[in-house]
């Protein structure tokens, strides 16, 4: 099928912008609430580093292989692409079945929420009106959408703007910390029974890890990818386990291993502990921020999944159009924030289903990860910019960790899991449908040409 010029996106956004995109969705409220239970099953601050380190390696694998990826096919929709040429167009529209409903919008609502939670956590002491969560999140939301709908000029950069504060609040927080903060040296040396195993540990690191595929998905928009795309997804991820160690190393500082156990807001524990109890309220509005940053990359980068979809008619063709000023997918954003507003308004319980469906998430990144060797042996000669290295030892090893955590997620939790699997699969007789639907049209499924 021809292509015409309602559905072409232009390469405009340059690699800062991607590498915005990757550390906006992995730094969320993770690394400020996860610290406090390691400590617990772990009882030890060097090996509270060394698997934030891990994880941050194992996320790196990633980051190659799809960088890999990402440069021979640098078109838009990221794994959704990768997924469809290595094992055929079912899998892909599952993937992206899975990000609609749930996996991109179900985060993005409680994204919204929870940033919503820490707005009213740092303005209500100021005196002011009780901010109604939902209402704020659907404000932002627009207000998100809005900016994203304008093009990829102010989109990127308010991105990078909102990414950047959040780095810079970041950063000179560990800074104001080590300087200026009451904490001790001597905490490295605390110790602390150990309640759990690394294996649980690890799974809550790789969360906070997720998102650093991100760039992937706006491949067909970046300049130069066969560079760019690996400089955003390695760069940003480098960023962030700089980010995260040095923040690990400041609650280390700040508290001993018996006072971190447990502790679910061990940011704000920590901060009341270096500077003072009214500190705390500025963690808050780092990591309000620093969600409103991982919202808005969600806007920016997710609807690039329903625009593939769109192309290879798995969607209402309507939703590959782009805005010809603006070069957006638009209506595709359009749809997405429209689902997530029905998400916030009428569905207070979704949370728990991006925790279940959460292990689908990681398995198709790891298929994803895992195409790499697929499509090195089924198509040898597709031009390839960038090879990622240790080829395929890096990539059977983040292969691995995933099934490992998918398998541990299904033993331990049973009927989460199979509530995950039921919403997968639920797009299976949608995906037949659709194929026949467009069979009576006279319309063929799959990659547009």
Not at 349 to 371: C, D, K, M, R
Not at 395 to 410: D, H, P, Q
Request: aromatic share 12%; net charge positive.
């Amino acid at each position: 099928m021809k292509r015409d010029a309602s559905d072409q996106l232009v390469r405009q956004i340059g690699w800062r912008t991607a590498g915005a995109v990757v550390i906006a969705n992995m730094v969320g409220a993770g690394v400020f609430t996860i610290s406090g239970f390691l400590a617990r099953d772990l009882g030890s601050p060097w090996g509270i580093l060394a698997l934030w380190l891990l994880g941050g390696m194992i996320a790196l694998a990633g980051g190659f292989a799809y960088a890999e990826l990402g440069a021979a096919m640098p078109e838009a929709g990221g794994e959704y692409v990768y997924l469809r040429e290595a094992y055929g167009l079912l899998v892909a529209y599952l993937s992206g079945w899975t990000s609609f409903f749930v996996g991109f919008s179900g985060a993005l609502a409680a994204t919204l929420l929870g940033f919503a939670a820490y707005l009213s956590h740092v303005v209500d002491p100021f005196g002011a009106a009780p901010l109604d969560p939902k209402i704020t999140a659907l404000a932002t939301l627009w207000a998100l959408t809005g900016a994203h709908l304008a093009g990829a000029g102010p989109g990127g950069r308010l991105q990078r703007a909102l990414t950047g504060a959040t780095v810079a609040a970041i950063v000179a927080l560990i800074v104001a910390g080590f300087a200026v903060g009451h904490g001790a040296t001597a905490n490295f040396c605390s110790s602390g029974p150990a309640a759990g195993n690394a294996a649980v540990s690890l799974i809550f690191v790789l969360y906070a890890y997720s998102g650093w595929n991100a760039a992937a998905y706006l491949a067909g928009e970046v300049r130069e990818p066969e560079r760019a795309l690996a400089r955003a997804l390695l760069g940003g991820t480098a960023v962030v386990i700089v980010l995260y160690l040095g923040l690990n190393l400041l609650y280390l500082y700040a508290l001993p291993i018996p006072q971190m156990a447990g502790v679910l807001a061990i940011g704000e524990q920590a901060a009341r502990a270096l500077f003072g109890k009214a500190a705390a309220r500025s963690v808050a509005a780092i990591i309000a921020l620093a969600m409103l940053s991982s919202a808005s990359a969600m806007v920016l980068a997710a609807p690039r999944v329903y625009y593939a979809m769109a192309r290879d008619r798995m969607l209402p063709r309507v939703f590959a159009d782009v805005n010809p000023r603006r070069h957006t997918p638009a209506r595709a954003i359009l749809l997405q924030s429209t689902w997530t507003s029905v998400l916030i308004l009428f569905f207070g319980a979704f949370e728990p289903i991006v925790l279940y469906t959460g292990f689908a998430v990681t398995a198709f990144a790891a298929s994803a990860v895992a195409a790499v060797i697929v499509l090195r042996k089924r198509r040898p000669n597709l031009p390839r910019p960038f090879l990622m290295p240790g080829y395929p030892w890096l990539a059977l090893a983040y292969v691995v960790v995933s099934l490992w955590t998918v398998v541990y997620a299904g033993v331990s939790r049973p009927f989460e899991t199979l509530t995950g699997v039921i919403t997968v699969c639920a797009g299976v007789p949608i995906y037949y449908l659709t194929n026949l639907w467009n069979g009576w049209r006279g319309v063929g499924c799959g990659r547009s040409r």
